[in-house]
């Protein structure tokens, strides 16, 4: 079946440090991948999405290329910030009508200043 | 302008008691979604509406009972409140029912039964 799997949290970074969050996928077909992210408090709201094959997400500095050779879609930021404290989700679309939205079980990302 | 607005946003109540809680979109979205959040982060998906019609119905007890009067609102309702119904509750929207589509969430009714 369908399955996203995402990095175990907490990640811990220093202000300014690298960031990847892992995420790799089972699907058959052309899914479409997302990565959600959830700030303390509120609900999910899209960070960035690709659609096929080698194409790049990016928004607010974060990128995620999708890999359809490794089945992946790692999330990734060169410089981090305290405000990026968060919880993000990866997620998987089958593209199919009435069915759900398969989404990874949440990394939480903890910046210090 | 709240995109997707629930409300009551915190709801505190005893084991055993009936609550509703209530969802609005102003985005012109045809299909809505609830969304069960435990606490350790993870998000599953409880039903969901596409124009009034229910297309997702996932295996929950049925004393959870949706009812969408419009495309603009879905309501969940629950009966009989258990300790683990504990978590919080999302409302979300999307222009379709292709799950490629992105959805835009509430902020979350923050359910406590004592």
């Known amino acids: 079946g369908n399955s996203v799997t995402q990095m175990e949290g907490p990640v811990t970074l220093s202000e300014e440090a690298f960031l990847t969050i892992n995420c790799t996928y089972t699907a058959t077909g052309y899914p479409s991948l997302f990565w959600y992210v959830q700030y303390p408090g509120e609900g999910l709201q899209l960070l960035l999405k690709?659609?096929?094959?080698?194409d790049k997400g990016s928004n607010k500095g974060f990128e995620a290329t999708y890999r359809k050779e490794t089945t992946s879609f790692h999330l990734e930021k060169g410089s981090v910030q305290v405000s990026d404290s968060a919880v993000y989700f990866c997620?998987?679309?089958?593209?199919?009508?009435?069915?759900?939205?398969?989404f990874g079980k949440g990394t939480t990302l903890s910046v210090s200043s | 302008d709240t995109a997707v607005s629930q409300t009551p946003k915190y709801l505190v109540t005893q084991m055993g008691n009936d609550k509703s809680i209530k969802c609005e979109q102003n985005l012109g979205h045809d299909t809505m979604y609830w969304y069960k959040q435990d606490s350790k982060k993870f998000l599953k998906i409880m039903f969901s509406y596409n124009n009034k019609e229910l297309i997702i119905n996932e295996t929950v007890p049925n004393r959870f009972s949706p009812k969408s009067p419009d495309k603009a609102h879905l309501n969940l309702h629950i009966n009989s409140l258990e300790l683990g119904d504990s978590a919080v509750y999302f409302c979300?929207?999307?222009?379709?029912?292709?799950?490629?589509?992105?959805?835009?969430f509430g902020d979350g009714t923050r359910l406590s039964i004592l």
């Open positions: 997620a998987l679309s089958t593209g199919q009508a009435g069915t759900a939205l398969i």
């Open positions: 690709a659609t096929k094959a080698d």
């Open positions: 979300a929207s999307s222009q379709s029912a292709y799950n490629y589509q992105p959805q835009h």
